[in-house]
């Protein structure tokens, strides 16, 4: 059953941000430190807003620590702002949000550069440290995806493994692995996850265009990625989106098709579990998506009244506002 519904980083129906950034050469300390203040302002206001409205799952963009990997981001930031962070976790916790990260598609695990996976592991060390400054247990997780096949994906699979396993264990336990549209199947990050440990979130959309199994179904695949859950895990977790019309596969719709919606529900175990929509329209399609469900008699727990017409008939960001 579904327990919480959210939607990823943007919040279209108010004026917050937490994605403010600026370009490697005016990424001064001083420049970081502001945009930073500025940004954990904007989250609070979001999560504020997520919780006026009972929406209890999202994703943190990544852009809240601007280059939090990358050498230029010198600042002690989870010293300077341990205040702030701290009564964000504290405000997460005692509204029994869940909150998830997803490091950009370059952390790679998988690679045979070095340069490549010491960036990786540089990219989630931050990411993992922000939510541990929140302090925030292991339900609350960072999203990867295996990687590239490199041409030989039996050993791109034994390298992103051997990273693994070399990961500090705070960050491991942090880890969820997500199936992609073309390299890795469900199948393939099921492998992984024998292997590993790592929770698998299932991804609608991507497991439509690359199954693994020719034989596998939806149903059967969600069963066998929650199977990959432990309690110290929190809900399983999915991603849903619709096929955005005439773009390239795997493109995400402005909005979730209800009716794709409402199958996919009937074949999800009976167990609680947790989604996140990947749309353009973000929490707008989250609130029209409810008003859907709604009207099917289908309901999230705790669900209250959707927002009204203000709010629901807001237009679309443009796509470089809603990309991330």
Not at 112 to 130: F, N, V
Not at 187 to 209: A, K, M, N, W, Y
Request: neutral net charge; glycine residues 8%.
């Amino acid at each position: 059953m579904l327990r919480r519904l959210g939607y990823v980083a943007i919040a279209l129906s108010i004026d917050a941000t937490s994605n403010k950034g600026a370009i490697l050469r005016n990424a001064t300390p001083e420049r970081l430190r502001d945009l930073i203040g500025m940004n954990l302002v904007g989250l609070r206001a979001i999560l504020e807003f997520n919780m006026r409205h009972a929406v209890r799952m999202y994703r943190i963009s990544s852009q809240v620590i601007p280059f939090g990997g990358h050498p230029v981001n010198t600042l002690a930031w989870w010293e300077e702002f341990a205040t702030p962070l701290a009564e964000l976790g504290a405000f997460i916790r005692a509204h029994d949000m869940r909150v998830s990260m997803h490091p950009g598609q370059y952390t790679l695990l998988s690679s045979a550069d070095p340069r490549i996976t010491d960036a990786a592991r540089a990219d989630l060390a931050w990411h993992c440290r922000l939510l541990d400054a929140m302090g925030l247990d292991g339900r609350h997780k960072l999203v990867i995806h295996g990687g590239g096949a490199y041409g030989d994906k039996p050993s791109a699979m034994e390298r992103f493994v051997a990273c693994y396993r070399a990961l500090p264990e705070a960050l491991r336990r942090r880890l969820v692995l997500e199936n992609d549209e073309r390299v890795y199947s469900a199948t393939d990050v099921l492998q992984l996850s024998e292997r590993t440990g790592i929770p698998v979130v299932l991804d609608t959309l991507h497991f439509r265009l690359n199954p693994g199994a020719p034989e596998a179904s939806l149903g059967d695949t969600l069963r066998d990625c929650f199977g990959t859950w432990g309690p110290e895990d929190g809900p399983p977790k999915t991603h849903f989106s619709s096929q955005a019309p005439g773009l390239r596969p795997g493109a995400h719709a402005n909005d979730a098709d209800p009716d794709e919606f409402a199958a996919f529900l009937r074949e999800a175990p009976e167990r609680p579990f947790d989604c996140m929509l990947e749309t353009k329209s973000k929490d707008l399609a989250l609130f029209r998506l409810r008003e859907e469900l709604a009207a099917r008699g289908i309901r999230e727990q705790d669900l209250i009244p959707v927002p009204g017409p203000d709010v629901r008939n807001r237009p679309v960001a443009s796509s470089s506002q809603a990309a991330d």
